[in-house]
């Protein structure tokens, strides 16, 4: 294996772990769980990509292998943390805010997480009876 | 195969993985509220993912990504079906 590529490897597999501990640490020394979502949702995923590049450059070089593997996983991690993040933090909103204590988010309209059921978040009016085709497009 | 500087740098990256999957355990244990355990609980799920990669380059085995894959999935269905039941009383509607 070339040396270049050991050092390369290497310093991967220490920046990723640098970051993992960054996002881990940040769990645990932030005040307040919307800072807390922070660290884990950016830092451990960088750290975990980190990981995924050096095994990749890892087995091509020792094993003159490219494997896809990794790169599934890392595109399913980056794809699914965002989403855990937003439903982590509705899941805080709901349950340890009050509505009236937050910001509002500029113009007329409430937030949409907070909106009562109806036309207003965006759902459709039901069909009228007898329309036909055109109301079940519309 | 493994080289010596791959090894020292894998030692260093198991330690710190395995410090950030303890830290998540206090936050798991210590959190005010449902929403911290179930983030800590996801940083747990990829913290043991990375641990597990990590094992296969150790190790210089392919199987451990199928795991690792596995490990995925079903941390992201799990943590979205938690949240999914606090905000609606119902994984399934």
Redesign the interface.
């Known amino acids: 294996m070339a040396l270049w590529m050991e050092i390369l490897i290497s310093a991967l597999l220490v920046l990723a772990g640098l970051f993992a501990i960054v996002g881990s640490f940040g769990l645990i020394r932030l005040p307040d769980p919307m800072t807390r979502l922070h660290a884990p949702t950016k830092a451990t995923t960088l750290g975990i990509g980190g990981v995924l590049i050096a095994s990749m450059v890892y087995f091509w070089a020792a094993e003159g292998r490219v494997s896809a593997h990794e790169l599934l996983i890392t595109l399913f991690l980056f794809l699914s943390a965002p989403i855990t993040a937003l439903f982590i933090a509705k899941v805080h909103l709901h349950q340890s805010e009050k509505p009236e204590a937050l910001p509002k988010p500029g113009e007329a309209v409430d937030w949409a997480s907070f909106a009562p059921d109806g036309p207003a978040r965006g759902v459709r009016p039901a069909p009228e009876a007898g329309d036909g085709d055109a109301a079940r497009q519309g | 195969?493994i080289?010596p500087?791959?090894s020292?740098?894998?030692i260093?990256?198991f330690?710190?993985?395995g410090?950030?999957?303890l830290?998540?355990l206090?936050?798991v244990l210590t959190g005010p509220?449902?929403?911290?355990r179930?983030?800590?609980l996801?940083?747990m799920v990829?913290?043991a993912?990375?641990l597990l990669?990590?094992l296969?380059?150790r190790q210089?085995s392919?199987i451990y990504?199928?795991v690792?894959?596995l490990f995925?999935?079903v941390g992201?269905v799990s943590?979205?079906a938690y949240?999914?039941f606090?905000?609606r009383g119902d994984v399934i509607e």
């Open positions: 195969m080289t500087m791959i020292v740098a894998l260093f990256a330690a710190c993985f410090l950030g999957l830290l998540n206090w936050r509220a449902a929403s911290d179930i983030l800590a996801d940083t990829i913290n993912i990375a990669i990590l296969g380059i210089g392919a990504f199928e690792s894959m995925a999935l992201f943590t979205v949240c999914r606090l905000l």
